[in-house]
């Protein structure tokens, strides 16, 4: 196992595209999580899977982004109607559980243009 | 709600020095406490996880401690390399996830 795996590494997007990212955990981990990261600051939620429940979304997740983690396995965040303001990293984290830390994938850059 | 504020915004020192970066959370219920590196447009890498029953976790050149009741924790850095420029970002898992501070960026001159 290589780790938590996203794709695809960036992605440059007009305004109002749709766009997906997807996120492979480590696969014994049964928790994922979704964060984004603007320059300059730290990490902020986004949402969180135990399996294939979304038990979790922050205020930040507003209606145009969703989140799916089929089969307790492999997830995906969707954007639609992307606005400048998508622009960040988006990491990927899973968690076997909370004695064990997290681990983070490389992240997808996003660039709204 | 728990807020975590690391402390400096950014450091640069000389190789060779020890260092201590500092991190504080308003909320002493915590499940645990980890430290991160991120390269300039990487992801994160986990350097230690301290559990909440926990002092200290001890990797190579890296000390990190918990004061869970001051609500505090400190990265040492013993011997500092060029190699240890990134920016270190402290986590605390509380309220069902990890919740960041905004980093500190450190410089290690040759």
């Known amino acids: 196992d290589t780790g938590v795996s996203q794709n695809p590494r960036h992605k440059i997007t007009k305004r109002g595209q749709n766009v997906t990212f997807r996120c492979d955990p480590i696969?014994?981990?049964?928790?994922l999580y979704w964060y984004r990261q603007t320059l300059g600051q730290g990490p902020e939620f986004l949402t969180y899977?135990?399996?294939?429940?979304?038990?979790?979304k922050s205020r930040l997740l507003s209606d145009r982004f969703s989140a799916e983690r089929p089969k307790g396995s492999f997830s995906t965040l969707e954007i639609q109607r992307t606005e400048q303001g998508d622009s960040a990293m988006y990491l990927c984290?899973?968690?076997?559980?909370?004695?064990?830390?997290?681990?983070f994938g490389s992240g997808t850059r996003l660039t709204v243009v | 709600k728990q807020e975590v504020t690391q402390i400096p915004a950014a450091l640069s020192v000389p190789e060779g020095e020890n260092l201590v970066l500092n991190c504080s959370f308003t909320?002493?219920?915590?499940?645990?406490l980890q430290w991160f590196r991120q390269d300039p447009g990487k992801g994160l890498t986990s350097l230690l996880l301290?559990?909440?029953?926990?002092r200290e976790q001890t990797s190579g050149r890296l000390n990190a401690s918990l004061d869970k009741s001051s609500g505090r924790s400190t990265l040492y850095i013993a011997a500092s390399q060029p190699g240890d420029s990134a920016t270190y970002l402290c986590?605390?898992?509380?309220?069902?996830?990890?919740?960041f501070g905004k980093g500190t960026k450190l410089s290690v001159k040759p």
């Open positions: 984290a899973s968690s076997f559980s909370q004695a064990y830390g997290y681990t």
């Open positions: 696969s014994e981990h049964n928790r």
């Open positions: 899977f135990q399996n294939e429940a979304q038990l979790e």
């Open positions: 909320d002493s219920a915590i499940y645990n």
């Open positions: 301290i559990q909440s029953s926990q």
């Open positions: 986590a605390v898992e509380s309220q069902g996830n990890l919740i």
